[in-house]
């Protein structure tokens, strides 16, 4: 079956500018986390959505960071002024349900440059 | 907090040497402990995992144990493949209800024929 998808693979943007980044995770999947994969470093955690709610942001960096899910399914996650800092691989992972065991499946990523 | 701490590479080995990279981790509680691989261009996939202390995960000849004791969950193979070069990432689930991940930084692995 189709696995996650991540759209764009890639999106240069300049400073200052307002970015979304999408996801389809796996269908019948409730559980979606949001990780940033920085260069030379492993994923870290930013977001976790159980159905449409966001169970846990505690790992966005600030306020410029927001996602929604807003239909249990697709999530968008979005960054307002862009900075040179943002610059990161976003992925996307997806479990049939939350908590600890769950194999979580993830997307290729989007590659975000702020220029 | 939570960490995990692996061995740095880059680690080069010749094809059917023997592959050790070591993961360590700090955690409350009782983890999952599981390793994670990269392909060039592809995205990360679950390789194995172990769900309680003294738990072997194994797969496509790679395993990993457990060990409470020592706090490892050490990554190992009897003999690799040049299709094997890949960034390996050991990581453990936070705890809680919702399972976020925190990850080491990864070990890229070169196997040369």
């Known amino acids: 079956g189709a696995g996650v998808s991540q759209t764009p693979s890639n999106k240069v943007t300049e400073k200052g500018k307002y970015v979304e980044l999408r996801c389809d995770p796996i269908s019948g999947h409730t559980a979606l986390y949001w990780y940033r994969q920085s260069l030379g470093q492993g994923p870290e955690f930013l977001i976790y959505?159980?159905?449409?709610?966001?169970?846990?942001d505690s790992g966005l960096p600030n306020d410029r960071f927001f996602a929604v899910r807003p239909e249990g399914s697709v999530s968008t996650l979005k960054i307002q002024r862009t900075e040179r800092g943002d610059s990161a691989v976003y992925l996307c992972?997806?479990?049939?349900?939350?908590?600890?065991?769950?194999?979580?499946?993830f997307g290729p990523g989007t590659r975000l440059t702020v220029l | 907090g939570d960490s995990v701490t692996q061995m740095e590479g880059p680690v080069t080995l010749s094809e059917e040497a023997f592959l050790t990279i070591n993961c360590t981790y700090t955690?409350?509680?009782?983890?999952?402990l599981f390793w994670y691989v990269q392909y060039p261009g592809e995205g990360l996939q679950l390789l194995l995992k172990a769900t309680k202390a003294d738990d072997k995960g194994s797969n496509k000849g790679f395993e990993a144990t457990y060990r409470k004791e020592t706090t490892s969950f050490h990554l190992e193979k009897g003999s690799v493949q040049v299709s094997d070069s890949a960034v390996y990432f050991c990581?453990?689930?936070?705890?809680?209800?919702?399972?976020?991940?925190?990850f080491g930084k990864g070990t890229k692995l070169s196997v040369k024929p």
């Open positions: 955690a409350t509680g009782y983890p999952s």
């Open positions: 959505f159980q159905g449409t709610g966001a169970a846990d």
């Open positions: 990581a453990l689930d936070s705890g809680g209800s919702q399972g976020n991940l925190i």
């Open positions: 992972a997806s479990s049939k349900t939350s908590g600890r065991h769950n194999e979580q499946f």
